[in-house]
């Protein structure tokens, strides 16, 4: 929701267009920094497996090449994880408003 109030503002306030391409790429990052933080928070020292399994699930079928990852990859930071590209439909279903 963050991301879409802050969108709204730089077009409403800053008169700024943003293509889908660029949206998509903003999303992308957000939900990637997210990723990010549950892995840390996570991984800290004395976290409980729980937390951890926890993270694994939260993000299960989310994640680019999850196959290939190492079953403990929620805990590994040296282990680059990020989200899937979205599906084309859906990035064809955004439009960028313009006013008319």
């Known amino acids: 929701m963050y991301l879409l109030w802050v969108l709204r503002c730089e077009r409403v306030i800053q008169d700024r267009q943003h293509s889908v391409d660029a949206i998509v790429t903003r999303w992308k990052n957000a939900?990637?920094?997210r990723l990010d933080i549950d892995r840390t928070i996570a991984s800290r020292i004395r976290r409980s497996p729980r937390a951890i399994k926890k993270v694994a699930q939260t993000w299960h079928g989310t994640l680019a090449d999850e196959h290939l990852l190492p079953r403990d990859w929620a805990s590994r930071p040296e282990?680059?994880?990020?989200?899937?590209?979205?599906?084309?439909p859906i990035q064809r279903s955004l439009r960028v408003y313009s006013p008319t």
Do not use: K, M, Q
């Open 31 to 33: 939900i990637n920094r």
């Open 79 to 88: 282990v680059l994880a990020g989200i899937r590209a979205p599906i084309a």
